[in-house]
């Protein structure tokens, strides 16, 4: 469904790039808003990985909304690694450009509950933890998946025993978590609770996460198992209290909410067109189709006209537009956005 407000932009506060961004803030408007872009390894075209030579932008906004508290907080972390593209696992280059050093890139959203203080720690710290779990781990490169399930799943574990060790936040504070590992020719994500990503790839809007809710079906049978109880008050929700299955933090409701994230792998081709991660303040009032419909027509129309007119990325303006589109709905929640556009702009020129 369109409305007039999918093609309006917000006037945003721009901040200068760096390695983190996070935010907490106390008002209705943009809170936190910042683009840039990154060179995937540059060089000589050959047979090559599909995100090799391109250049990836992004945007991102995180919002208070109507929220007393801001609680959600995003990271943007360029080349948090440097590795071969064979050695991350799962090239598809058949002409040796696998084997080039190339920065592997990290984007991740954190949506707090019972207080900010584990979405923002998870921001400061999950890519530092998964770069460190990623070289402690060994396995043969055809077990590449392996590798990076074992990786993430300690990870996620690690961060959440490091809230405890280091008392970052009570027991009764806890955060989602969303992460993407961006290499040369997969996108890697892995998530606890619900917040979403969706690929839009030529015309169709794919999900890459399952929303983990205490009535889903397999989420329901677990908690019932270690004789846990969904009670439905205000939507489905443990113990009557949290509306999500999967978390980092909260420990007063262990063993039924884990730390444990799923995770998935899908190959980059040419028709990708963007990588959308957001907090549950956007997919509340927007589906996975709208939000693809929105995406493919404002980065089409934006890609051009920011490349000639020194305006904001293609990105940005769409992660503006959404937000803007989330409030015009009446989005209770603080809303983050963040878009990756995975079009090179070699091939822009061509379309």
């Known amino acids: 469904m369109a409305t007039d407000s999918e093609d309006g932009e917000l006037s945003s506060m721009s901040s200068t790039v760096s390695s983190i961004f996070s935010d907490s803030s106390g008002n209705i408007s943009i809170t936190s808003s910042s683009s840039g872009e990154m060179d995937d390894g540059g060089g000589r075209l050959r047979n090559k990985c599909v995100g090799r030579s391109k250049v990836v932008e992004w945007g991102f906004t995180s919002v208070i909304g109507r929220r007393k508290e801001m609680e959600d907080a995003v990271a943007v972390v360029p080349g ?32 707090g509950h019972g207080g900010s203080q584990v979405a923002n720690f998870c ?41 405890l060790t280091e008392a970052a936040a009570p027991e009764i504070v806890g955060s989602t978590a969303i992460v993407a590992v961006l290499s040369g020719c997969q996108i890697i994500v892995s998530h606890c ?52 299955s999967r978390a980092i933090g909260d420990r007063y409701l262990r063993p039924w909410i884990i730390p444990v994230p799923e995770i998935t792998f899908t190959t980059r081709t040419d028709e990708d067109e963007c990588l959308i991660l957001a907090s549950d303040g956007l997919w509340d009032v927007m589906t996975n189709n709208e939000v693809g419909e929105v995406a493919r027509r404002i980065l089409r129309r934006k890609r051009r006209s920011a490349a000639t007119n020194g305006e904001p990325s293609a990105a940005q303006t769409l992660a503006d537009s959404l937000t803007e589109i989330a409030m015009g709905r009446q989005s209770s929640d603080n809303i983050s956005v963040v878009v990756v556009d995975l079009k090179s702009k070699k091939k822009l020129q061509k379309t």
């Not at 781990?137 to 590449?144: C, L, T």
């Open 80 to 111: 948090f690694m440097s590795r071969t593209c064979d050695h991350v696992g799962g090239c598809v280059s058949d002409g040796g450009g696998g084997g080039e050093v190339a920065p592997v890139h990290f984007f991740g959203v954190y949506d």
């Open 193 to 244: 609770g619900d917040s979403r990503a969706v690929l839009c790839r030529g015309t169709e809007t794919i999900p890459l996460t399952v929303d983990q809710k205490p009535d889903r079906e397999d989420e329901l049978l677990r908690i019932e198992k270690q004789d846990g109880k969904v009670i439905y008050w205000n939507g489905a929700r443990v113990l009557g209290v949290l509306a999500m």
């Open 123 to 163: 921001a400061e710290r999950m890519h530092e933890v998964i770069a460190e779990e990623w070289d402690q781990e060994a396995v043969d490169g055809f077990k590449w998946k392996q590798k990076w399930e074992a990786v993430l799943s300690s990870s996620f574990e690690r961060a959440d025993n490091e809230v």
